[in-house]
C-alpha cells in the first residue's frame, strides 16, 4: 500500500514535511517524496491531510471485567481506533481488579480476539485498590503489565507509597499517581467555588489534588523515584510540579483535553455528563493548564476514558457517577481548542499525543514513523468541520458535554500493523 500526498507530522525527529510512505506486510518500508506506485498496489491519495504516528493513550477505562454495561473490552477498542488509537493503556479499577497474573490474562487475550491494537495495561500497586498491600510486581511485569496505578482511589499511605515507589522502580517499571486528598472531596460534586455555592451543590476544592501532588513529590525526593501524574487540573499542581522538574525530579504529568476545553462555568444545570473526577476548574485553572501544556510541565494529552451507562449519567448530577467517554474527541478537541487557536503548534500537540506517551512507558514500537518499523498510524484532516454527535459513538457511553458541539479537525483513518480502519 502506498500513501501519497500526506504531509507526515513524526514528532521523534521534529519532521514535518510533504512526504510518500510505502507500507509492506504492516512495516513501513520507505518514507520519500514523488514514490513511484509498483504494479497492483493500493494507492491512497491523501491531499490535504497529514500522518501522524498513531495515538498512544496512557490512561484510559474499558471496565471489563465486571462493568461491561458501561463498556467491554471490544466497545473501548472500538471507539478507541475511531479516535485514531493505535495503543491504549487501560487501568485496573474492574471487578476483578486487575492485580494478579489470571486477571491480566484474561483481558490481554481478550483484546488480541478483538484487534492488533497495542494493549498495555496498567495493574493496580496495592491489593484490590484497598491502599494496604502491595502487588506482586514481577509476576505482573512477566504477564504483560506495562505501569502501576491505583487510579479511581488515591494511595494516601505514604509508608507503602514510598515502599511501592521503590519496589517498582527497582523493576524498571512506573507508578501512575491519582492525586487526591480523599478526605476532603469526600461526597464532592463539582468545583468548590462560585458555582458550587449557587448550585447548593458540594464542592470539590482544588487543594484537594495539589495537596496530595505536594506530599507525593515530597515521597520522590526521598528516594529520587520515577513518577507519572495523571489527570492534572489545577494551576497550584502545575506550579508544584512546575518547580520540582526544574530541580531535577523525574517526573511526568498529563492533562485530559476536557481541562483544556471546559470549566465549571459550562456545567448545564445540574447535567452529570460535566461530572468528571478532578471537576471541571476555573478559567484561571483552564489558562494554567495550556501554559503547561506551552512550557512542557505537562508532558502528555491522555483521555481518561472512564464511560458509564446513558442511564448513570443521565440521573441528577448528585448521584450520577464521574467520568465522560473521551476517545473519540481528544483530537479534534486539541486541534480545535489548541492548534487552530495558536495555544500550541500541531507537532507539540501531537508529541502529547504519540511520542511522549510511548516514550514514558518505554514502549518503542508505538509513537514513531520510521522505516523498518511498524506502521501504526493515524491520517487527519486538519480542517474538516464536524458537528459530535455521541449517538454515533463506537464506545457504549454514548452520552458526552462535546454533544453538537463544531470542532474542527477530525481523525479520517487509522492504521493499525498496516491494517486500514476508516473512521470519518
Known amino acids: 500500500m502506498l500513501l501519497k500526498n500526506a504531509e507526515i507530522v513524526n514528532p521523534k525527529n521534529n519532521f514535518r514535511a510533504k512526504s510518500?510512505?510505502?507500507?509492506?506486510?504492516?512495516?513501513?518500508?520507505?518514507?520519500?517524496?514523488?514514490l513511484t506506485p509498483y504494479t497492483n498496489e493500493e494507492v491512497m491519495d491523501l491531499t490535504g491531510k497529514i500522518i501522524t504516528p498513531g495515538l498512544v493513550d496512557i490512561h484510559c477505562h474499558l471496565r471489563e471485567p465486571g462493568y461491561t454495561s458501561k463498556e467491554t473490552i471490544k466497545t473501548g477498542i472500538m471507539s478507541a481506533i475511531a479516535g485514531g488509537y493505535s495503543a491504549i493503556c487501560p487501568m485496573?479499577?474492574?471487578?476483578?481488579?486487575?492485580?494478579?497474573?489470571?486477571?491480566?490474562?484474561?483481558?490481554?487475550?481478550?483484546?488480541?480476539?478483538?484487534?492488533?491494537?497495542g494493549f498495555y495495561p496498567i495493574c493496580a500497586v496495592t491489593k484490590n485498590l484497598a491502599g494496604e498491600k502491595i502487588v506482586n510486581v514481577s509476576e505482573l511485569l512477566d504477564n504483560g503489565a506495562i505501569a502501576f496505578s491505583d487510579d479511581g482511589k488515591p494511595v494516601e499511605n505514604m509508608h507503602l507509597l514510598r515502599e511501592a515507589l521503590k519496589y517498582?522502580?527497582?523493576?524498571?517499571?512506573?507508578?501512575?499517581?491519582?492525586?487526591?486528598?480523599?478526605?476532603?472531596?469526600?461526597?464532592?460534586?463539582?468545583?468548590?467555588?462560585?458555582?458550587?455555592?449557587?448550585?447548593?451543590?458540594?464542592?470539590?476544592?482544588?487543594?484537594t489534588e495539589s495537596l496530595a501532588v505536594a506530599r507525593e513529590l515530597e515521597v520522590i525526593r526521598s528516594i529520587k523515584g520515577r513518577y507519572h501524574f495523571a489527570h492534572i487540573s489545577t494551576k497550584r499542581s502545575i506550579e508544584l510540579i512546575r518547580e520540582a522538574?526544574?530541580?531535577?525530579?523525574?517526573?511526568?504529568?498529563?492533562?485530559?483535553?476536557?481541562?483544556?476545553?471546559?470549566?465549571?462555568?459550562?456545567?448545564?444545570?445540574?447535567?452529570?455528563?460535566?461530572?468528571?473526577?478532578?471537576?471541571?476548574?476555573?478559567?484561571?485553572?483552564l489558562n494554567a493548564v495550556i501554559e503547561g501544556l506551552q512550557d512542557g510541565t505537562i508532558d502528555i494529552i491522555a483521555t481518561d476514558h472512564a464511560p458509564h451507562t446513558v442511564y448513570e449519567k443521565q440521573l441528577p448530577i448528585q448521584n450520577?457517577?464521574?467520568?465522560?467517554?473521551?476517545?473519540?474527541?481528544?483530537?479534534?478537541?486539541?486541534?480545535?481548542?489548541?492548534?487552530?487557536?495558536?495555544?500550541?503548534?500541531?507537532?507539540?500537540?501531537?508529541?502529547?499525543f504519540t511520542?511522549?506517551?510511548?516514550?514514558?512507558?518505554?514502549?518503542?514500537?508505538?509513537?514513531?514513523?520510521?522505516?523498518?518499523?511498524?506502521?501504526?498510524?493515524?491520517?487527519?484532516?486538519?480542517?474538516e468541520e464536524w458537528i459530535v454527535?455521541?449517538?454515533?459513538?463506537?464506545?457504549?457511553?454514548?452520552?458526552?458535554?462535546?454533544?453538537?458541539?463544531?470542532?474542527?479537525?477530525?481523525?479520517?483513518?487509522?492504521?493499525?500493523?498496516?491494517k486500514i480502519y476508516n473512521i470519518g
Open 20 to 34: 510518500d510512505l510505502r507500507i509492506e506486510n504492516g512495516i513501513i518500508k520507505d518514507i520519500s517524496e514523488n
Open 92 to 117: 485496573a479499577n474492574t471487578n476483578p481488579v486487575v492485580d494478579n497474573a489470571a486477571t491480566l490474562n484474561y483481558i490481554i487475550s481478550k483484546a488480541k480476539e478483538i484487534s492488533e491494537i
Open 245 to 285: 522538574k526544574k530541580e531535577g525530579l523525574n517526573i511526568t504529568a498529563e492533562t485530559a483535553p476536557h481541562y483544556f476545553s471546559l470549566t465549571e462555568d459550562d456545567i448545564k444545570d445540574y447535567d452529570a455528563r460535566y461530572k468528571v473526577n478532578p471537576p471541571l476548574r476555573t478559567k484561571e485553572d
Open 168 to 207: 517498582i522502580n527497582s523493576h524498571n517499571s512506573l507508578i501512575i499517581s491519582h492525586s487526591e486528598d480523599s478526605s476532603l472531596s469526600s461526597g464532592g460534586v463539582i468545583n468548590e467555588g462560585k458555582r458550587s455555592t449557587r448550585s447548593g451543590l458540594k464542592g470539590i476544592p482544588d487543594i
Open 320 to 352: 450520577a457517577p464521574m467520568g465522560i467517554a473521551g476517545f473519540e474527541t481528544a483530537m479534534a478537541l486539541s486541534l480545535t481548542n489548541l492548534v487552530h487557536t495558536k495555544k500550541l503548534s500541531l507537532i507539540d500537540t501531537i508529541n502529547k
Open 389 to 418: 454527535d455521541a449517538s454515533r459513538f463506537k464506545s457504549k457511553c454514548r452520552i458526552s458535554p462535546f454533544d453538537k458541539q463544531k470542532l474542527k479537525g477530525r481523525v479520517k483513518k487509522t492504521i493499525i500493523k498496516g
Open 355 to 383: 511520542y511522549m506517551p510511548a516514550s514514558v512507558l518505554n514502549i518503542p514500537e508505538q509513537g514513531i514513523i520510521e522505516k523498518g518499523k511498524e506502521a501504526n498510524l493515524a491520517i487527519i484532516d486538519l480542517n
